[in-house]
């Protein structure tokens, strides 16, 4: 970067908040997905007038921008591809206002999401996006990436909460979008077009978020089933019943093994499928809703279901779907995580497609997640190092990409585009979809220096390289 550049940003920011030093740097060149790209510098700015000021910098100086919440990212949403400056957004967390007569919260975007989870049920109210990095991840990262998380299946994605927003526009201008109304229909909806745009088209400074109200009662079950395919059809089968559960998540026979080896819970072995399935709502409802989910999974071959009677016997249940993250990452140094999202009518579908690719790769692909909504989590255990594994790690994530596309999937349900799946829009989009996305993002960036590298694939580039 130019000295004169830095002599410039040397005037918005004191020293204390601008970061050359090469190992500060390095803190930031990766996040929880897959490479490293180093920034030249980076910047902790404290308000929006900052952010406007730092963004009409680089514009006159070209140099590229990536913000930056907690960097729990799995897509490599914050990475800075290009070199530059990294925005960390984490000290703007001066607010985190419940306003209870509206059911909304009023934050900022440095603020951990667990804190809003934590402050809203204190009030009697819910926030239900609950993304499993919650107790490390911001808000603005979770807005900028469409967050979910198992709720997502019965209350939705970020999306459906954001009703307003304050955006430092790529160009500097700082801008206000909805408002605290939750009928809005003024104008172009340009909150919805800011969250999930994985900070191309801006920077959030502070967001509107709606509360709902905290459900009376909640029930949990587990199940195990000897056949993985069967999961699938009890999946199914749930969601085809009328009953619409908070959360129902996956567990493959790798996942079991996992945990068990990181810390034993005595799951079973044996079983290639673990379902967790959580009811909430009215007291009396719930009780029919968990019973009759029960006798579905009996139905289709579970070869044990168990009802939590209590929050101890709950939480029992949900620690082993916890620890699965943790749990894997001791399989092996490297972790590629996707997220392929299906019709739910086509899980079983994609359950055996992804046997399939693990098979016919002979890769420790383990998969679990959001499957109540279609959005599976294959992992790829691997090691960067082993240059042969990769290139066929390339190819079996292409495989998945190509599965869900060909079963009425998507490439993302939650992770988003980032940097990994970038090559792959033009399959799910179309050539006219793509190029209609890009000239919004010329018409609000026209010197493409807002994480630039995201999203878009380089001119050429048709599949995820993750060897060079």
């Not at 693990?358 to 090691?383: M, S, W």
Request: aromatic residues 4%; proline residues 6%.
């Amino acid at each position: 970067m130019e000295q004169v550049a830095l002599d410039a940003l040397s005037q918005i920011i004191p020293e204390n908040r601008m970061f050359l030093d090469l190992a500060e740097r390095y803190c930031y060149s990766y996040d929880a997905s897959f490479g490293e790209y180093l920034p030249e510098v980076v910047i902790q700015p404290i308000n929006a007038k900052e952010v406007s000021e730092l963004l009409k910098l680089a514009n006159v100086h070209k140099i590229p921008v990536s913000p930056r919440g907690a960097g729990t990212s799995l897509s490599g949403g914050p990475l800075p591809v290009k070199g530059g400056m990294v925005l960390d957004l984490t000290l703007l967390r001066d607010k985190l206002i419940i306003d209870r007569e509206n059911m909304l919260a009023i934050v900022s975007p440095g603020v951990i999401t667990a804190a809003i989870h934590k402050k809203a049920e204190e009030a009697g109210l819910f926030y239900p996006p609950d993304p499993s990095s919650s107790n490390v991840a911001t808000i603005g990262g979770n807005l900028l990436e469409n967050s979910s998380g198992p709720k997502g299946l019965k209350y939705g994605t970020t999306k459906e909460y954001v009703i307003g927003l304050e955006v430092v526009t790529p160009t500097g201008e700082i801008i206000r979008t909805g408002g605290k109304t939750v009928k809005n229909v003024t104008g172009y909806d340009l909150t919805r077009l800011i969250v999930g745009s994985e900070g191309t088209l801006g920077i959030v400074t502070e967001a509107i978020i709606r509360l709902i109200p905290k459900p009376q009662s909640r029930k949990t079950f587990v199940a195990h089933f000897n056949q993985f395919i069967d999961s699938g059809h009890a999946i199914t089968s749930i969601l085809s019943s009328g009953i619409l559960p908070s959360s129902l998540e996956l567990m493959d026979q790798a996942c079991i093994h996992a945990v068990e080896s990181y810390r034993p819970s005595g799951l079973p072995l044996r079983s290639e499928a673990i379902l967790i399935i959580e009811i909430d709502g009215h007291p009396l409802a719930i009780e029919e809703e968990i019973n009759k989910c029960a006798d579905i999974c009996r139905a289709k071959g579970a070869s044990y279901v168990k009802i939590a009677e209590s929050e101890d016997e709950r939480d029992t249940i949900w620690s082993a779907r916890k620890l699965v993250s943790p749990a894997i990452t001791q399989m092996g140094p490297t972790k590629i995580s996707e997220d392929a999202t299906v019709p739910r009518n086509r899980i079983p579908a994609m359950m055996e497609r992804l046997k399939q690719i693990r098979d016919k790769y002979k890769l420790n692909l383990v998969v679990f997640g959001h499957a109540g909504d279609g959005n599976l989590h294959p992992n790829i255990i691997t090691d960067k190092r082993n240059e042969a594994e990769m290139k066929k790690v390339e190819l079996a994530v292409s495989e998945i990409f190509e599965a869900a596309i060909e079963l009425g999937g998507t490439l993302s349900g939650e992770h988003g585009i980032g940097t990994l799946k970038s090559p792959y829009m033009e399959m799910e989009l179309g050539v006219n979809g793509v190029n209609m996305m890009k000239k919004i993002k010329e018409a609000w960036d026209p010197n493409n220096i807002l994480n630039p590298g995201k999203i878009f694939p380089e001119k050429g580039q048709t599949k995820v390289v993750l060897v060079t």
